[in-house]
T-cell receptor, first 116, second 115 residues
Framework: AQTVTQSQPEMSVQEAETVTLSCTYD???????LFWYKQPPSRQMILVIR??????QNATENRFSVNFQKAAKSFSLKISDSQLGDTAMYFC?????????????FGTGTRLKVLA | DTGVSQDPRHKITKRGQNVTFRCDPI?????LYWYRQTLGQGPEFLTY????????KSRLLSDRFSAERPKGSFSTLEIQRTEQGDSAMYLC?????????????FGPGTRLLVL
């Protein structure tokens, strides 16, 4: 069974600084997708970034980038130039590509606080 | 297109009552998912539909839970004989499956409190 582990329950960063959130996962599949979602306080889950396992190039979306290490089964999120609006829970998620694995498996989340 | 919507946003009920939640996915999305999220945890998968067919159910989904997607559009999640342990946020997500690739878009959730 697939598992997703986020070992940092809480983190804080100064505004304009860079922070990296960690995520590791376990799977026997070769092709899969990884995601980072952001859930602001009392607001809905928003997709931050997505990575396809068969692509070696790390995904980037503006200030957000990932470090995808397939062999190590590691998928960290780097937020550059942190902004107050980045304060939220961040969830790492895994999705397989074979029938029966389409559901997302989420980690327990990292609460990020951006300090002014 | 206004995204995934869920109704109601909040529900308070007494133990033993039945509740029903509705999810309206993004139009033309063929897959619809239900998740449950408790405080401080990530969402846990409950079930998903492709069009009107329910293709997978989690072992978390006891006999008191039932979900439908009668015409492949909106979906309902019913909980019968609610228990205090059912208190949680119930999230709906939809996606357009293209081959093996898709991205799920989440609704705002329905927060259930069972007294």
């Amino acid at each position: 069974a697939q598992t997703v582990t986020q070992s940092q329950p809480e983190m804080s960063v100064q505004e304009a600084e860079t922070v990296t959130l960690s995520c590791t996962y376990d799977t026997s599949e070769n092709n899969y997708y990884l995601f980072w979602y952001k859930q602001p306080p009392s607001r809905q889950m928003i997709l931050v970034i997505r990575q396809e396992a068969y692509k070696q190039q790390n995904a980037t979306e503006n200030r957000f980038s990932v470090n995808f290490q397939k062999a190590a089964k590691s998928f960290s999120l780097k937020i550059s130039d942190s902004q107050l609006g980045d304060t939220a829970m961040y969830f790492c998620a895994f999705r397989g590509t074979t029938s029966g694995t389409y559901k997302y498996i989420f980690g327990t989340g990292t609460r990020l606080k951006v300090l002014a | 297109d206004t995204g995934v919507s869920q109704d109601p946003r909040h529900k308070i009920t007494k133990r033993g009552q039945n509740v029903t939640f509705r999810c309206d996915p993004i139009s033309e999305h063929n897959r619809l998912y239900w998740y449950r999220q408790t405080l401080g945890q990530g969402p846990e998968f409950l079930t998903y539909f492709q069009n009107e067919a329910q293709l997978e159910k989690s072992r978390l989904l006891s006999d008191r839970f039932s979900a439908e997607r009668p015409k492949g559009s909106f979906s309902t999640l019913e909980i019968q004989r609610t228990e205090q342990g059912d208190s949680a946020m119930y999230l709906c997500a939809s996606s357009l499956a293209v081959g093996a690739g898709e991205t799920q878009y989440f609704g705002p959730g329905t927060r259930l409190l069972v007294l």
